[in-house]
């Protein structure tokens, strides 16, 4: 039987509560399609953090390294400061594993209500490929003058041609592969002035080389206020890290909730294992509750299984996610409107595999 | 007779033809209320600029300086790349006058068909203040290895603790003068290693100056989805320069369109002109075919009119907006859902004062 390991890796607030249902789904689908899954677990976390000064263990990345892929559930809680509990634990698993695709599928899912009038919404189907490596997420910096009055901050971010360009790269070959070959870049040229003007001069020139995929750009502030206005618009939208942070949130905003949003880290060249995680965060508001939607996670296994090969099942999950939330009476989340607890909605869908 | 000179720049694009009607509207209103308003013309724009090789002439900003304000209409136009025009026109304009407040009001007006379902925009009404003098619209950076493999730019931003604290303590003063003190920073300090904690950390300390002012603070990206979600949360949102930027066209895009969004561009202390301009840009996809929203411009007129201290007339142009956007048969622009034209829109609203 072929068989893959897995690092788990709950981690804070909701993410421990969403990946319970993951893997019961996992278990379920992978023993349907008669494929096995070893799942490790790493209790990685703010607590670890206030337990040993560290998020992970020294050689966490290298305890994660032989793993086929990683489930990650959400990373972050007050106690401690949120750039500490990220650049020790969710960024430099995408970093040191070279995941430099972000990718985020934006879609309404049946059943759901979402928040824009005349069904607008109905026509979000959407993907957000992110850079992911670099940019704007930069610990390159500091203070000068702490405590005085002429305190100073310099953030520095970093544009590499290799990262730009794959990335870049990476976004057309998708969207042609999509047969929906409309590729619109995130920028912001007119305001920031060295490396969005890079970025356009890199989507221009690689776009040569594209002829049969439509392009477009657009500054982020007015392309956020074009998620909400015509989001029917777009087919594959590209971005900085920071820029597909931002749109890979309001998208699945512009859906209905973010509660169900999925995201793949992915290392194309498969040197290294990628990571899928949901795109909503540990949410401290409501963890404990037991309320949390455990779709984003759930969602995120499907890409899981897809990234692995295992394609049918990855379909399968989808399916019976799209059939749970589509029935009558489905058990749902509050943030669906609904009542349902965190576990109900989990087995609705362990039920429909 | 009390009288004003006002420094108008119209610009690019459709900011011309949307300067027309402010300016229209403002000769009635002054007329009305019995203050003169002398307006001195600047044809400054991406025209100039491919005949002189300039934006506007080396004097201009003093050539504005002793103006009682500044009217402007949109910079940036196809043929001149956004960072040469931007950085050669309005930005320049917002640094050398200090204008470190960008005060941006997001209100659902009558009559206007908002993007959200059941009602949800009619609750919108909250204000952006975003600091307009540094930050990550940056100079600031540049490249190496040009044309190489090695090719690699480098952006940095700025963060002063004087242009942090003075932008912070404004929206704690705003938030507490409006009456309704609900302050949220935009924030990115999971992400954005140095700069973004330390707008935490001094929005921690600020807030202890101002106990009776409501404080939160929300990822920029989770924040964009609950622009969608649950704007009727907000009050008052404060950001840098890029967060403030990107807050102020989706808060709008939630209204149903960013036609009508103003901005002032505020030096408080008044030793310098502060300047009066549309959120919108200069859309060169509808430029000269007069279909263009002229209310973003009018409503920054009046907004003009509030900073001379004649808040009667401010008040009364918003009265005329609302009056005519809110009667049967209005004629509306083709963003608004209508078949009107700019000057069509703009005479019912002159004709209304
Ligand atoms: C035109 C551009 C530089 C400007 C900005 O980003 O500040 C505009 O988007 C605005 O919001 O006033
Ligand atoms: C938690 C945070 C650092 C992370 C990010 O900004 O990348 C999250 O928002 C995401 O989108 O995966």
Redesign the pocket.
Known sequence: MRSYEIAVVPGDGIGTEVMTEALRVLDRVSSEFGFGLKFRHFDWSCETYRKTGRMMPEDGIDRLRDHDSILLGAVGFPGVPDHISLWGLLIPIRREFDQYVSLRPVRLLPGLTPPLRDGASADVDFWVVRENTEGEYSQVGGRQGTGTDQEMVVQVATFTRRATDRILRYAFDFSRGLGRPNLTLAT?S??IYHSMPYWDERFAEISAEYPDVATSQE?I??LCAKFVLQPERFDVVVGSNLFGDILSDLGPGVTGTIGVAPSANINPERVHPSMFEPVHGSAPDIAGQGIANPIGQIWSAAMLLDHLGEEEAGAHVMRAIETVLGSAGAPLTPDLGGRAATGELGSAIVNAI
């Open positions: 912001k007119n305001g500054h502030d007015i």
